[in-house]
């Protein structure tokens, strides 16, 4: 619970208050209860009480899934960037809100959080040099496999310390750190001149957010300790020493359908969720009538799904999309 005591905001100094008095982990159901406060002037959200680095390896480790890793799919994943109208695609899924696909052959990049590695591969395939950075230590094993250059741990332990980069990478990593001032420092001394730092994170000030209040899915708390806007990421940038160079709003269409998969679930404290669970009740053979309605559900689906498009479409193009993917360069006065 989070008392009276309201922080600072990061990002401009001003008073927080309450925002949202109680929520709780509704996608894996680590228990506990958090509040999120706002900035008055700038609207800034923080997640409180807050986490601490030395909080995040039992958290992600108790409840963040980690599954098997299928390398089939993992490859079949990494070939589509290859594939003729490549761009267009990603740009219909939504999907082309990771900083990675702005790289250029020749560049070298570096990924912060970079996951199962699939962002990596797809940069070998386009000629871009990469390295990656990632917590959880079982993606040793991927990096293994396909000889990726990447270093278990945090930006902290400075990494590939003699290597300066072009571009560094974070992939809805921002969001979720303790000290994003102190992530945006480190990352300061590993540029080249020129280089710039790309973030993709949600954005509070989307219409899905407004739309959907309390379950909206990139509350995602506690695992999300910052909830940007637009205004308040450029003011933080600006506090770091950083310009913006570019900012705009993308939106998954896969984030839709879990926001529209969730919205019709029970919420219960401690409890997680099933769209966020991935394995499913044991499958019985379907009946007749299911298989009816599976294909009813199907073609409704892809009807849905091609409409919902066209709406993210026009929500990023306003500027209203629920991810924000930033482009930062140093900034020219310094000081
Ligand atoms: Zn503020």
Redesign the pocket.
Known sequence: MSGGQHQQ?I????KMRTFIERISDDRYGCPGVYSIDR?V????MSTAPRLTEEDLPALYSNYYPRREIDFDALEKEAALVEKPLAGFRRWAAGTDNQGHYLAKPGQKVLDIGCGSCLSLLEMQKLGVQCWGVEADPNVRTIAEKYGLRVHIGNIYDVPFADQKFDLIVLNQVIEHVPDPLAMLAALKGRLNEDGRVILAFPNTGSFHRKLWKLRWINWHIPYHQNHFNRT?FT?LARKSGYDVKRIRTITPNLWSVLQLRTSQEQRQEGRASNTWSESGSSQKPPSFVRKLRNVTVTRGARLAGAMMGFMNRALDATGQGDSLLVELRLSATKN
Not at 11 to 14: E, L
Not at 41 to 44: D, I, V
């Open positions: 905001c990002a401009c100094g001003s900035c002037s700038c609207g800034h308040s003011l």
